[in-house]
């Protein structure tokens, strides 16, 4: 069992930076593969980004690619997202999840463990 919880996100102009950070807890985040999702009002959720247990491989949408970041801190047990030159469509709750299996995965139902959430506005 492990529990995560985002912080970070807020209000920001475009072409603004933000760091997300998922602070992870119960068992070292390690043990899993890690991803950001985000859910636009009316919208189904979507990865954003995926990073393997030990950080070597990582996947990115093809909107953010380029703009943002997915590292993680196993010490710290900490997932982050440093997202750069911000849009108004990147505006969405954002999600933290862990998942158990080896290859990185991208989509919702491979993941096992949520967050909360973290809303970021990108103003125009």
């Known amino acids: 069992q492990v529990q995560l919880v985002e912080s970070g996100g807020r209000l920001v102009q475009a072409g603004g930076s933000l760091r997300l950070s998922c602070a992870a807890s119960?068992?070292?985040?390690?043990?899993?593969?890690m991803g950001w999702f985000r859910q636009a009002p009316g919208k189904e959720r979507d990865i954003v980004a995926a990073?393997?247990?030990?950080?070597?491989?990582?996947y990115y949408a093809d909107s953010v690619k380029g703009r943002f970041t997915i590292s993680r801190d196993n010490a710290k047990n900490t997932l982050y997202l440093q997202m750069n030159s911000l849009k108004p469509e990147d505006t969405a709750v954002y999600y933290c999840?862990?998942?158990?299996?080896?290859?990185?995965?991208?989509?919702?139902?491979?993941?096992?463990?949520w967050g909360q959430g973290t809303q970021v506005t990108v103003s125009s």
């Open positions: 990073i393997s247990r030990g950080g070597g491989s990582t």
């Open positions: 999840a862990a998942n158990k299996g080896v290859l990185l995965a991208t989509t919702t139902r491979r993941y096992d463990y």
């Open positions: 119960g068992r070292t985040n390690s043990a899993y593969g």
